[in-house]
């Protein structure tokens, strides 16, 4: 099993976006962008593949035990880390499902007006109706 793995397997088991991977990598000083995060977890046979280093896995576990655990001066409870985090999880979920679905009402409710058949109304003739020689003297 690889590091990549590894890492991968930690992100879906505690549920984690890439944005808070790089805030943990940040508890222990270690920078890293979304797009080199986003290289590890890509498939071995993508062009942009990138080998997760020992350092790299080495940094975020230490970032781990101190997002989880906390530090000595401020210790913090991972069941509490944990929940607290499923609970923004499932609000966000609700939150676009509720906007999809006031996004579906609004556009149900753009439906083109239906207009109402109008009374038949005999037609009127305005012009008489004229026959016209073009200018030229038939004699018939």
Same mark, same amino acid.
């Given at each position: 099993?690889? $590091? ?5 397997? *930690? =992100?879906?088991?505690?549920? /984690? &976006? ?8 940040? /508890?222990?000083?270690? =920078?890293?962008?979304?797009?080199? *995060?986003?290289?590890?977890? =890509? ?14 896995? &080495?940094? %975020? ?6 997002? *989880? &655990? ?6 913090? $409870?991972?069941?509490?880390? *944990? $929940? +607290? ?5 499932? @609000?966000?979920?609700? /939150? ?6 006031? +996004? ?11 207009? @109402? ?14 026959? %016209?020689?073009?200018? @030229?003297?038939?004699?018939?």
């Amino acid at each position: 099993m690889t $590091n990549n793995d590894i890492l991968k397997k *930690l =992100r879906v088991a505690l549920m /984690l &976006r890439d944005d808070q991977i790089v805030e943990i990598l940040e /508890l222990v000083d270690f =920078r890293i962008s979304k797009s080199e *995060l986003g290289a590890f977890f =890509r498939a071995e046979n993508h062009p942009n593949y990138m080998e997760c280093g020992d350092q790299v896995l &080495r940094n %975020f576990l230490n970032g781990l035990v101190i997002y *989880l &655990r906390g530090t000595k001066e401020n210790p913090k $409870n991972p069941t509490d880390v *944990l $929940n +607290k985090q499923k609970s923004e999880i499932k @609000k966000d979920h609700s /939150l676009k499902e509720k906007n999809e679905s006031d +996004k579906s009402i609004k556009n149900n409710s753009k439906k083109k007006p239906t207009f @109402k058949a109008k009374k038949a109304t005999p037609k009127i003739q305005v012009v008489e109706k004229v026959k %016209f020689n073009n200018g @030229k003297n038939k004699k018939s």
